[in-house]
């Protein structure tokens, strides 16, 4: 919607496409070394595509949110090892060395059961078995993410109680908190 509201390119993350995703949701730690790594893969040939674009680009998560929050989560509920999270970190850091922060990270924060309630309208069979406290710990990987390790500029959005798609009040009123934020507009 922000994408076709300011003419911007939408990059969204390849979710059918991961060989891995429902394997990972099967077994997550088996498998999540292989899903972490082929996100940030996939992610970071975004952020060089928005490097080197010559337009606005908007993504539907960074490769920050895959580091800081759904890699952090795996490791500390020990579903990675303590070799490949220091060989994923060190990946990163590489990769880190050759982009820049985001213009600005919006960040639609949702409380655990408005996550549950999503994830069972999406309907994707796999995701249906993620256990509470997989969804407990990626929402505080995220508070702990924006609040205190993200250094770029961050857009936060209280979204529980929105409704972007139907009511298009919330849509303008994300708008012109975006415009303030980007832009110094005001409405």
Known sequence: MLAKHYGWEARFEPVM??????DYYHDIARWSFCLEIYFLKER??????IEHADHTIIQDRSIFEGVYV?????????????????????????????????????????????LVRQIQLRGRDYEQTMQLDYLKGLNERYDDFIFKRYKGKVLVVESDNLDFEHRPEDFAGIVNRIDAELFGLFS
Do not use: H, W
């Open 44 to 49: 970071f040939k975004d952020v060089l595509a």
């Open 70 to 114: 759904f890699v952090r989560n795996n490791y500390e509920q020990g579903n990675l090892s303590d070799n490949d999270y220091t060989t994923y970190m060190e990946l990163f850091q590489l990769m880190m060395s050759l982009v820049k922060l985001p213009d600005l990270m919006i960040y639609l924060r949702k409380s655990v059961p408005e």
């Open 17 to 22: 496409q991961n060989p891995y995703l429902e």
